[in-house]
């Protein structure tokens, strides 16, 4: 049974093997690279928690410039745990769309015992592969965690555990969709679609505004930051102001402001003060990261449950 | 056991209405009959029909038996079914008497302006008749 | 005489459709029996219940006196199944499907399985997708038969094929039933290959059993009435009437019963003809009338044999 459910899953492995095989080629001659520069730049001395020198602001800047276009790249990473999710459980679903699983239920094997195995051996590779994703994903942001936290969704969506979550997410819906409609592209259809929604709405309303109420900081312009927490993830931010909107404007007029990049605010500091104008934030901080993986990792693995037990319903009771 | 050394090479007609292992019996009895089959020859074995015709092998049995139960063949356990007994002499002898009083009717038939369908009409109803009485 | 396969008042509903209802049948050992019937009669559901892909919905099912349901492995160790358009791994090279076959199954005979596909000039390396049709069912029913079943259920197992494919997958079968050991049911709704290759006949119409019995009998107890139009309502009361045609003039009735029956009947009335009907005409005489009271229905005739 084993040499057979790896025999019917030997493409969609190999393809999935291409895949993370030149990912991880260009993952580690582009990580060397980037930990070379952040080492002779003597960045380490820059990250988070670490009393900063003056020069960080702008050599972490010019770090972050430097490699902004790699770092955007990776976003597409999002899509690999849902393609490993699809290369898992597709071989299940095609076999359900050809027939053949009548094939396999008519040789001395119980279904109970083959959908066991099938599962086993798609989802196992599905959170082996995961892991490993994520494990070179975190060497790889090493340098950048070290400089601005893990907890913003450059470093969150690929790192810990959640892309284990995602991968076995991405495969339970193909696998439920598939075994009730027994045709492999819709179900991977939905599974793209619903993937997506879930992950950019999870991560654009729920992630970083309700697992955990954010923190808030306030504190005079001009001033530096007050240590605390370090900021994983900031949101909201600015200057504050209490009094209307032209009391606001004849104030910036008389303290001669022009431009409200933070060079400019720095020189009119003084009087920005004088008028009780204050610096704020609303942040997320990076101590949370695991809190968050952990919260963020049960929702689509709870999910991936309820579907994957679906099926297996299904399988056992409706199909024939 | 090679079917080309039996002599006898069998069909199955689906549409003619006869059972297929009636037919099987009928055509080893037409082989006897015309001398294609003498005493001692070995009827297909009941596998060589089988993937020779595609018929079930209890049709083959069912021949084999009924032909031994007349007396034509006799099977030896582990070697075939064998020829015992040919009709060639029969059918040439003992029945010309029957043959020279069909040709007689056959004339008066067609004297009488009965043409070839009509002879052949009028012989089948009497044949199927006369066979349903005999049933009972 | 052990009973291969028996069913009693067996029913599988998906829905709110009854997809069989009411069967019960009892084949014997050693036969191979037909399941004739229309598409959508209820074949391929009795074949499923049979070796344990579906569940009953009422009734039950036995295969030489286990439960497909309750004692699986018992039942599929015995039963080999070809489902229709004999489903193959497509990707596999027919070694590999021997492979399968080996790992999956206890009883299971590689030299048995080797000779037939050389006796049959398939080559093993290839891939089955790249084979015949006729190829791909001849290779599904040496997987099947490679298993050493006691049982062998065939769902429309030619219906898929040429003529020449046709008759060498029959021969293949054949051949297996010659070894000795092995009983069969195969579903069909061509009637033409049947009187050749069965012994034995289930009729299933409107998802019921509408006749079965050995085919010697079912001949043998049915009568082919031919007679003048205005005698008809008379023969047809002393008789069991299966099926009946009338023109202005002559009628037809095909009669069920004892054939004594029949024949004293006809030799009171000198214009009537009783005639021995062929298969098909009885098979199609019984698809043409099916019973689907919501009574629970008797088969209309029972042969026992």
């Known amino acids: 049974m084993i040499w057979l459910t790896w025999r019917q899953q030997r493409l969609e492995a190999l393809i999935g093997g291409a895949v993370l095989a030149a990912l991880t080629a260009l993952l580690v001659l582009t990580g060397l690279h980037i930990a070379g520069v952040y080492h002779d730049g003597n960045l380490a001395a820059c990250s988070l928690g670490k009393s900063q020198p003056a020069a960080c602001g702008d050599s972490v800047l010019r770090f972050g410039a430097r490699f902004s276009n790699l770092v955007n790249l990776t976003n597409w990473f999002n899509m690999v745990p849902l393609l490993i999710g699809i290369l898992a459980a597709a071989p299940i679903v095609l076999e359900f769309e050809h027939g053949t699983h009548r094939l396999a239920w008519t040789q001395t094997i119980t279904r109970r015992r083959w959908l066991a195995t099938r599962l086993t051996l798609a989802f196992g590779v599905a959170v082996a592969a995961g892991l490993g994703f994520s494990l070179l994903m975190t060497w790889w942001r090493g340098p950048f965690d070290q400089l601005t936290g893990r907890l913003d969704t450059n470093a969150f969506d690929f790192e810990g555990v959640v892309p284990i979550a995602y991968t076995v997410f991405a495969a339970s819906i193909v696998l439920a969709v598939g075994t009730i409609l027994r045709r492999t592209l819709p179900a991977v259809a939905v599974a793209i679609v619903s993937f997506l929604a879930l992950r950019l709405g999870i991560e654009g309303w729920v992630r970083y505004d309700h697992y955990l109420s954010p923190l808030h900081k306030t504190w005079p312009v001009g001033a530096p930051a007050p240590t605390g927490e370090a900021a994983g993830y900031l949101g909201d931010n600015g200057l504050t102001f209490s009094g209307a909107p032209d009391a606001a404007r004849r104030m910036f007029d008389s303290c001669g402001v022009t431009e409200t990049n933070p060079r400019a605010l720095q020189g009119v500091s003084h009087c920005l003060r004088h008028h009780h104008v204050m610096q704020y934030a609303i942040y997320q901080p990076s101590s949370r990261f695991w809190t968050f993986q952990g919260i963020e990792a049960s929702i689509f693995l709870a999910l991936a449950l309820a579907l994957v037990a679906a099926s297996v319903w299904w399988v056992n009771h409706r199909l024939v | 056991m090679d079917i080309d050394q039996s002599s006898v090479l069998f069909r199955i007609d689906e549409r003619s209405g006869v059972p297929p292992y009636q037919q099987l019996v009928q055509q080893v009895r037409q082989a006897l009959r015309l001398g294609w089959l003498a005493v001692g020859d070995q009827l297909p074995t009941v596998r060589g029909a089988v993937a020779e015709l595609a018929i079930n092998p209890n049709t083959v049995l069912k021949a084999y038996r009924e032909l031994e139960y007349e007396g034509l063949v006799a099977g030896r356990p582990g070697q075939g079914t064998f020829v015992t007994k040919t009709l060639a002499d029969e059918s040439v002898k003992s029945h010309a008497a029957l043959r020279r009083g069909l040709e007689r009717w056959f004339t008066a038939a067609i004297e009488a302006g009965l043409d070839e369908e009509s002879i052949v009409a009028l012989f089948d109803t009497t044949r199927r008749s006369l066979r349903v009485e005999e049933a009972v | ?305």
């Open chain 3, 1 to 305: 005489m052990s009973i291969a396969l028996e069913t009693s008042e067996l029913a599988k509903r998906y829905g709110s459709t009854w997809a069989l209802r009411d069967c019960s049948v009892s084949i014997p050992q050693g036969r191979v029996a037909a399941l004739v019937g229309p598409n959508g009669a209820g074949k391929t559901t009795l074949l499923q219940l049979a070796i344990g892909i579906s569940k009953p919905t009422a009734g039950q099912v036995e295969v030489f006196g286990w439960s497909p349901h309750e004692q699986p492995l018992l039942v599929l160790a015995r039963v080999g199944f070809v489902a229709q358009d004999h489903p193959l791994y497509r990707g596999f090279t027919v070694s590999e499907m021997l492979r399968v076959g080996r790992k999956l199954n206890p009883r299971w005979d590689q030299q048995l399985a080797r000779e037939r596909l050389d006796r049959l000039g398939i080559p093993v390396e290839q891939r089955v997708g790249k084979l015949s049709g006729g190829q791909q069912a001849q290779v599904a029913l040496v997987l099947a038969l490679a298993k050493r079943p006691e049982l062998l259920l065939l769902d429309e197992p030619v219906a898929s094929l040429d003529p020449l494919a046709r008759r060498e997958f029959l021969q293949s079968l054949m051949d297996a039933v010659a070894e000795g050991g092995l009983t069969v049911l195969l579903s069909s709704h061509i009637l033409a290959d049947l009187e050749r290759v069965c012994d034995y006949l289930v009729i299933l119409s409107a998802s019921r059993v509408q006749l079965a019995g050995d085919i010697d009998r079912i001949v043998a107890d049915h009568k082919l009435l031919t007679g003048p139009r205005e005698g008809a309502e008379r023969i047809a009361a002393r008789h069991t009437v299966i099926h009946e045609r009338h023109s202005n003039r002559q009628s037809t009735l095909l009669v069920a019963g004892d054939r004594l029956a029949a024949q004293a009947a006809c030799s009171a009335e000198p214009a009537w003809l009783a005639e021995t009907p062929s298969l098909e005409e009885i098979v199609l005489a019984y698809l043409g009338q099916p019973v689907v009271s919501s009574a629970p229905a008797q088969p209309r005739l029972e042969v026992a044999s």
